[in-house]
Each structure stands twice: as C-alpha cells, then as structure tokens.
C-alpha cells in the first residue's frame, strides 16, 4: 500500500508521497514513488505512482525512454500541454498491461496502477490530473482541488476541512503532513520517508523538494502537537445531556420494555 497526495492552489502545487511497500509482514521496503521531470523555464512535472510496484517502475522508465527518441514521436518533453502529458501517462500505462498483465494474472498477482500528474507546461496554467489504472484520466477543479491515491481514507477528512484553492503553500504543505500522520497512525503500510516537492504558479521550476524523515524536527513537532492538540479539543467538547423522555435515549427505551 502506499499514500500519494497532490494539492492543486492558486499559489502552486503541492506533492507528497510515502515510501513503503508491503508484500507481507515480512516483506517491507522502501522505494521513491515521486518522479520529476524539470526543465526550467519551459515545463515542471510530478507524477506519482500508486499500485503493482513493477507497472508503476516500467510506465516511468517508458516515458523517460520515449523521452529520449528523435524520431518526432510525442514525449513529456516535447507535447504543449498538461493533457497530452496525461494522455501520454495513460497510453504508456495501457501498452505495460497489455504487455504484462497475462503474465502477472497466472500467479494471481494484482497489476492495478495508478498516477497523480501535476505541473505547468510554459503557455497554460498549473494542472492536476488523476491518471485510473485502465490509462483514463480526471482533472482537478476549484471544488476539488486534490487528489489522492492508495490508502486514502485515514488522510482525507483533514484535507476536506482545511483545504482551498486560496489556501497558501505552507498551509497546504503543514496539512499534508498531518495527513499523512494521521494515515501512517491508522495504518502500518504507509511509512516514513515522505518526499515533499512544492512548486510556484508560472515559476517552470521546483520551489522545494524534501525528504522528510523519522528524525525530522517539524514532522516530529506536528506528530506530537496535532495528537495531543485533537485530546485538548475532545475533552474541551461539553458532554452530551442526554433527554430521559427522549425516545432514542437507552433509558427511554428501557422503561418502555420493563
């Protein structure tokens, strides 16, 4: 399992990623899920992977190697849009299954994939995108400025209270964190290192790229603040004062079945 989430602001893009994969209890490791490709001043990409370690590794070094061809054929480096790129991501993406997924399907070995793709190309806005496993592809919108992929469920509802288009890059960076605390506490499959990359509307490069680790100071400081800060809030929370003559109360209930 793993946890990748991309955060689509008028201020930028925010990316985050964990490093774990589990096939089994005994068989933890860690791998980069975060892979950039820069040229500045012309297009800044991010994509990260979730899913059947082998697709995911086989889809980039794809990209990287049509990237390198000279004979016209459309690339990351070479298309004038986020779409394209995208597109590009989902065809590579299908051509892998189709080479693989019998292969894989006889020892009954789950070939699911999925990407965020987020960026700017020189000439149209920052975009982010969704890329499915079956190679189609969704775009962010105002309404829903975030994706999120792999264990999604634990990190979401913090990002749903705090997160807006007009939210600023720290705010977004220190909400992914707890996020991803929050996630890493509920489930085991997802671990640290996290990889951070931040960049600034219409700036075409990266504004900042992290590994965070264990031994961080900030992470460590939001492990232990956002914990106890959630006891401090629950036990300011008043008590319920529960209405004897209301008829979902237990007492309620009880005298009636006397």
Not at 177 to 192: E, I, P
């Amino acid at each position: 399992m793993t946890y990748c989430v991309g955060v689509l602001l008028h201020a930028g893009l925010v990316c985050a990623s964990d490093s774990r994969t589990n096939a089994g209890v005994d068989n933890v490791s860690s791998f980069k899920k975060m892979k950039v490709f820069e040229r500045q001043g012309d297009r800044v990409l991010v994509i990260m992977s979730s899913g059947n370690l082998s697709m995911t590794q086989n889809v980039i070094n794809q990209l990287e190697l049509n990237g390198k061809k000279t004979d016209g054929t459309p690339s990351i480096w070479s298309v004038q849009s986020l779409v394209e790129v995208a597109s590009l991501l989902g065809e590579t993406l299908r051509e892998v299954r189709r080479r693989d997924l019998p292969y894989l399907q006889q020892y009954n070995i789950d070939a699911s994939a999925s990407f965020i793709l987020g960026g700017q190309i020189y000439g149209e806005p920052m975009r982010l995108f969704l890329v499915y496993s079956e190679g189609n592809f969704i775009e962010s919108t105002p309404e829903t400025p975030f994706f999120q992929i792999g264990e999604t469920k634990y990190g979401k509802p913090i990002i749903d209270r705090v997160i807006t288009p007009s939210s600023t890059l720290i705010e977004a960076e220190k909400c992914i964190l707890v996020s991803f605390d929050s996630t890493m506490r509920s489930n085991v499959s997802v671990g640290l290192p996290i990889d951070m990359l931040t960049c600034e509307t219409d700036a075409l490069r990266v504004r900042l790229q992290k590994r965070i680790l264990e031994t961080d100071p900030y992470y460590r400081l939001i492990h232990t603040e956002w914990g106890e800060g959630l006891k401090r809030i629950f036990l300011q929370l008043p008590d319920p004062q529960w209405d004897a003559a209301d008829p979902a109360t237990p007492q309620y209930q009880s005298q009636i079945f006397k």
